[in-house]
């Protein structure tokens, strides 16, 4: 049997097919790139092609066709896992799609306005063309749903919360679960006896509090804007900034902007948002490039400290991302301001590859699983 993970966002699907035997095998892997454009292109193994797609429909349409060459008949698809970023309150683990659920997803668009719409125009697509296919649905905030109310409520009027559900809610949450689960493997240890600290570090950044097994604090918040200094979102500042841009003639829309596209990394260095340019600039004497690093490295050893803090000890801090992952004298660095620490609780430091696609895959096969064995009593 094989399964297929989508990942869809506003101009571009990514796709992992998968043959599930006793363990899940990656047999393909690919990207439709620019949906929409006349310079549309389906990259996979580094290979580009050019392609109309003029919408999600094509797109899928698309990896289908490819798939065929490997599975023969996509009717041997088991099932299709999809990523959506923002399940709200509702969804705190992965779900069966039906008609009830996409609704109910449609309502959480206001959430993750840049996110959410894409992957429903892809589920939608793969519910026309998979008609007797099951569809999942694994949320980026389910892994989050364990953090306690004092974590995820904000210090506003409360009635912010009940009438428009304002509040912590985390994400990277499927990145999050799988390298703190693989920590536990290459710690020995069972996973819900350890604290964990996991630092998801890409160009969109978050850290996670992990006790016993469940995420109890997380840097992003209501949406991906809070927290650790990104590849162009300011994480965290003094809200009172945003009243002082738009007196100072800034439109809000303008600031939201600013806030999501044209800070972080990118702001402070004036270059790019890419920690590997970043460092190129710093080699050649960049005080700009060296401060956004510096900035980054002592906001992400702040995060680090206080969750050893709120967890009392940490087993663990785990690095993952294309930075986590990548840049050692990132880590070096951040490792050298919490030295202290590690050396009074004994933590180790682990560099884990996340896999997003392999954990939606395992999420979605655990859920029909247990849909199957409750059908069967």
């Given at each position: 049997m094989w399964f297929l993970t989508i990942n869809s966002g506003s101009s571009s699907i990514k796709y992992s097919l998968f043959k599930v035997g006793r363990r899940l095998l990656l047999k393909d892997k690919g990207v439709v790139e620019k949906i929409g454009e006349e310079a549309a292109v389906f990259i996979k193994e580094s290979k580009r092609k050019k392609i109309i797609i003029r919408d999600h429909l094509d797109a899928i349409e698309v990896i289908l066709a490819e798939i065929k060459s490997e599975i023969k008949e996509v009717s041997s698809l088991m099932a299709v896992g999809h990523r959506v970023v923002?399940?709200?309150?509702?969804?705190?683990?992965?779900?069966?799609?039906?008609?009830?659920?996409?609704?109910?997803?449609?309502?959480?668009?206001?959430?993750?306005?840049?996110?959410?719409?894409?992957?429903?125009?892809?589920?939608?697509?793969?519910?026309?063309?998979?008609?007797?296919?099951?569809?999942?649905?694994?949320?980026?905030?389910?892994?989050?749903?364990?953090?306690?109310?004092?974590?995820?409520?904000?210090?506003?009027?409360?009635?912010?919360?009940?009438?428009?559900?304002?509040?912590?809610?985390?994400?990277h949450g499927t990145s999050h679960n799988y390298v703190a689960v693989e920590a536990a493997k290459i710690l020995k240890k069972p996973f819900n006896k350890l604290?964990?600290?996991?630092?998801?570090?890409?160009?969109?950044?978050?850290?996670?509090?992990?006790?016993?097994?469940?995420?109890?604090?997380?840097?992003?918040?209501?949406?991906?804007?809070?927290?650790?200094?990104?590849?162009?979102?300011?994480?965290?500042?003094?809200?009172?900034?945003?009243?002082?841009?738009?007196?100072?003639?800034?439109?809000p829309t303008e600031v939201e902007e600013l806030l999501n596209r044209?800070?972080?990394?990118?702001?402070v260095s004036g270059i790019s948002n890419d920690m590997r340019e970043i460092e190129k600039e710093i080699s050649k004497g960049n005080k700009r490039a060296s401060l956004a690093r510096e900035i980054f490295v002592y906001r992400l050893a702040k995060y680090i400290s206080s969750y050893v803090g709120v967890l009392g000890g940490a087993d663990a801090v785990v690095f993952t991302g294309g930075i986590g992952e990548n840049q050692k004298r990132l880590r070096s660095a951040v490792e050298k301001i919490i030295k202290p620490l590690l050396e009074k609780f004994k933590t180790k430091i682990l560099v884990i590859a996340t896999d997003e696609e392999?954990?939606?895959?395992?999420?979605?096969?655990?859920?029909?699983?247990?849909k199957s064995h409750k059908e069967a009593m």
């Open positions: 923002h399940g709200g309150e509702r969804f705190k683990d992965s779900v069966i799609i039906n008609t009830q659920v996409l609704k109910h997803i449609k309502k959480c668009n206001h959430l993750a306005p840049l996110h959410n719409p894409p992957s429903i125009l892809a589920i939608e697509a793969c519910l026309k063309l998979l008609k007797n296919v099951p569809q999942v649905a694994v949320f980026d905030t389910a892994f989050h749903h364990t953090i306690p109310i004092a974590a995820y409520t904000y210090a506003l009027p409360y009635d912010f919360y009940r009438k428009y559900k304002v509040r912590r809610y985390g994400f604290k964990l600290i996991t630092c998801h570090l890409g160009n969109g950044c978050s850290i996670a509090a992990i006790k016993n097994g469940k995420s109890i604090d997380t840097s992003m918040g209501f949406t991906p804007l809070e927290g650790l200094v990104m590849g162009t979102r300011s994480g965290d500042i003094d809200p009172a900034i945003i009243f002082f841009l738009i007196e100072k003639g800034y439109s044209g800070s972080g990394l990118l702001g392999l954990m939606i895959a395992k999420e979605s096969l655990k859920l029909l699983k247990y």
